[in-house]
């Protein structure tokens, strides 16, 4: 088992941990922390897609996401009828969302081999969707709910993640010998799959006793949703895990980027984030409301 890998994630841990649990969410310290989680995450994807020889609009394709994780926090923000700054309504949301794809179109005029621009733009707008969409969940639950408290939605969908990651990986290291997915994540297995959920199930029941059966102060949840969430989480974290492991391989790269040691980049540390966010986000609309 790698002792400094964890040395560092625990340290990681240590700067998070107060800044989601003390930090209200409303103040803008938290779009500037989602929209660098943002940029530095699409910029990655944008690397392994160079990697592997797939041209994208690097540039342009983080500044439009970016544009459109800012518009998702504004529209969050104006979700609050009590809030009275500067929001973005529902169906501007989707204008954004529409003019970010559309503009990423229109670059293939600017590009003389149209096949080229043709391969640019579907790298780019999969890059987008990968990334600053999926991400944008991330920022809808940060600020579910009173915006005076933390983002206690979003700490707790990143909280039983990591806690199914580390729980994949002890049972993984110890006793997995039944690959999950050998031609895609190697390291992965069954048995490590079945630690994540007995981890992260742990980890649901905790926070449905200290909360009082509430995911954050607006959604509140029985212990029967605790137990499913806590099996949901590392199902779709895997998926997520995998999705990346699927874009690494087939550009022939190890980590997204190398700037934590045994974490990989951004990418490789939300990666499973992408999808759980999403999944929450729907499960709170079709059963906690």
């Excluded at 079945?194 to 029941?205: A, H």
């Amino acid at each position: 088992m790698d002792k400094k890998r964890i040395l560092i994630a625990l340290c990681i841990a240590a700067i998070l941990i107060p800044a989601f649990s003390l930090v209200p969410s409303r103040w803008p310290v938290g779009l500037v922390g989602m929209l660098l989680f943002a940029g530095v995450g699409t910029w990655e994807f944008y690397g392994l897609l160079n990697a592997g020889g797939i041209k994208t609009s690097t540039k342009w394709g983080i500044g439009s996401g970016l544009i459109f994780v800012t518009a998702t926090w504004f529209n969050a923000l104006d979700q609050h009828l009590t809030y009275d700054g500067f929001g973005v309504s529902n169906n501007a949301l989707w204008c954004v969302l529409l003019i970010v794809i559309l503009s990423n179109f229109f670059r293939i005029l600017a590009y003389p081999d149209l096949r080229k621009g043709l391969e640019s733009c579907m790298g780019t707008i999969l890059g987008l969707v990968y990334v600053p969409l999926l991400w944008s969940f991330v920022v809808r639950l940060f600020l579910l709910g009173d915006l005076s408290k933390p983002g206690w939605a979003a700490f707790y969908v990143i909280l039983c993640m990591k806690m199914a990651d580390s729980g994949g990986y002890f049972f993984g290291t110890r006793f997995g010998k039944n690959k999950l997915a050998p031609t895609i994540s190697p390291k992965k297995s069954w048995e490590g799959l079945v630690g994540g959920i007995v981890f992260c199930v742990i980890v649901n029941i905790a926070w449905w006793i200290v909360s009082k059966g509430h995911i954050n102060s607006a959604v509140p949840f029985s212990l029967f949703h605790a137990i499913i969430l806590g099996f949901l989480f590392p199902i779709i974290g895997t998926v997520g895990d995998l999705v990346e492991s699927m874009f690494k391989r087939a550009v022939d790269v190890k980590d997204s980027n190398t700037m934590v040691y045994g974490l990989g980049g951004i990418l490789d540390m939300v990666d499973s984030i992408l999808f759980a966010a999403p999944m929450l986000f729907i499960y709170i609309e079709l059963f906690l409301k």
